[in-house]
């Protein structure tokens, strides 16, 4: 009489991925302790931080004293290293430095003046930064503000979920509309981020198109208290 043996391993790797992880590849090696069937290697690849690994064991035997080994290799996504000194190098485009942690940035004010309210406000006569040929800007890494700014400037780089949050930070502090849209729109289309995080970036940062897809893809006969909490936020 044919008796089978399902097997299935879920895979969380939410953690991982938050990490720079964005693929595990390995082997589980599955044995039975009387040799009722030939050890089985199966082969695994992830993709996705959370998925589910199912096999299927021919057998003849009405009980199994199973166990499994196993070797996995997490892959890190290459990252696009963008040098900053390179990207506030000197040019003919830009007429004023920013200097940030000690470092001098040289950047164009009316760009910066078209992309942010903030830096309109600091190079214009009303303020005394505005006549400086160099600026310092305080309480912020240099890094993080050429985060900032190779998300516009000059070759765009896109967001990704272990950079969507700082962006929106320095894109709150500093008044960049256009970065907080395009980060939303990473969220909406291309993040693996839990949902409860992406809710409490949607309220925090004020993303409506984020939470409009949360609204709609809830529905009020599942929960009708907090659908009600939620289109009461408006």
């Known amino acids: 009489m044919e008796s089978n043996v399902y097997l299935n391993w879920k895979f969380d790797w939410d953690k991982l991925y938050m990490e720079g992880v964005d693929r595990i590849t390995g082997h589980i090696i599955v044995k039975e ?31 199994y004293s199973v166990s499994f080994e196993y070797s996995l290799t997490p892959h890190y996504a290459p990252t696009e290293n963008v040098s900053y000194d390179a990207l506030f190098a000197p040019s ?8 940030i942690e000690g470092k001098k ?3 164009s004010k009316a760009f910066l003046s078209y992309q942010s309210e903030y830096f309109e406000a600091l190079f214009s006569k009303n303020f005394k930064e505005g006549s400086l040929s160099e600026i310092e800007i305080k309480e912020v890494s240099y890094d993080d ?3 900032l700014c190779s998300i516009f400037y000059p070759n765009p780089q896109f967001p990704n979920d272990r950079t969507a949050e700082k962006l929106l930070i320095m894109a709150r ?11 939303e729109y990473h969220l909406i289309h291309n993040s693996k981020l839990k949902k409860k995080k992406m809710k409490r970036l949607a309220d925090e940062f004020g993303m ?5 897809k949360f609204i709609r ?18």
């Not at 069937?37 to 096999?55: A, G, R, S, Y």
């Not at 003919?92 to 200097?99: A, F, G, R, S, Y």
């Open 33 to 63: 302790r009387n040799d009722y069937f030939q050890p089985k290697h199966i082969e695994i690849d992830l993709t996705k931080t959370k998925q589910t690994i199912m096999n299927k064991i021919n057998g003849h035997h009405s009980e």
């Open 92 to 99: 003919h485009l830009n007429d004023t430095i920013l200097v």
């Open 105 to 107: 940035i040289h950047v």
């Open 145 to 147: 503000f050429g985060l």
């Open 173 to 183: 502090r500093f008044l960049f509309p256009s970065v907080t849209a395009i980060v």
């Open 208 to 212: 409506p198109k984020l939470r409009e």
């Open 217 to 234: 893809q809830m529905s009020p006969l599942d929960n009708p208290r907090k659908f009600k909490r939620i289109r009461g936020d408006f």
